[in-house]
């Protein structure tokens, strides 16, 4: 909640994303067996005064006009729903925000899915191996990791920090920068 404020390109990229959610679990689980312990509880932001409820409730308004079509779904609950839905709730707490997209799940499963998935879908891991270089050429992608090339039809960069050295060499630009001391 509140990620996205004024940007709504991003708002509706996680989103869309949440709503994703769902089916690649299930078809994580279904590709391996492994159950990744996913669930969609939504999410809850408590309000400890009415100034601060009063601005939630704007902020969430203004999330909802920046998702346009997409639509964001929001409940503002007084402290009687919230202290039905939280046992022992402080007595500060005078509201909440509450919103159905957000999801968890076991991130180690997870992993362990998706590993599984792309080396039965005829992917390939190479383990503590650092991307170092990648190059298109004629349609395909090569990437070189731990000594070894590999080429494919299609890659996904997510190296974090490290992506804007090996997008720049595909005519990428991406200033991904640390931020908080990372």
């Not at 869309?16 to 391996?32: C, F, I, K, M, Y």
């Not at 067996?33 to 969430?60: H, I, K, Q, T, Y």
């Not at 707490?93 to 792309?118: K, M, N, Q, R, W």
Request: proline share 6%.
């Amino acid at each position: 909640q509140g990620k996205g404020v004024g940007r709504p390109e991003y708002l509706r990229l996680t989103r869309r994303s949440a709503d994703l959610w769902p089916t690649l679990a299930q078809e994580l689980t279904e590709r391996t067996g492994v159950d990744l312990g996913f669930v969609r509880p939504g999410a809850m932001r408590l309000c400890l005064s009415g100034d601060e409820w009063n601005e939630r409730a704007r902020l969430m308004e203004e999330l909802r006009a920046d998702a346009g079509n997409l639509g964001y779904d929001y409940d503002m609950l007084d402290r009687d729903a919230v202290a039905g839905m939280v046992p022992g709730l402080g007595p500060e707490v005078v509201g909440a925000s509450f919103t159905p997209y957000d999801c968890e799940c076991s991130p180690l499963y997870a992993l362990s899915a998706l590993h599984g998935a792309i080396i039965g879908l005829g992917g390939r891991y190479v383990a503590d191996a650092k991307v170092t270089h990648v190059e298109a050429a004629g349609g395909t992608f090569a990437v070189t990791a731990g000594g070894q090339r590999a080429r494919a039809p299609r890659i996904v960069l997510a190296a974090g920090l490290g992506s804007s050295a090996l997008a720049g060499p595909l005519g990428l630009a991406m200033p991904v920068r640390p931020e908080r001391g990372q």
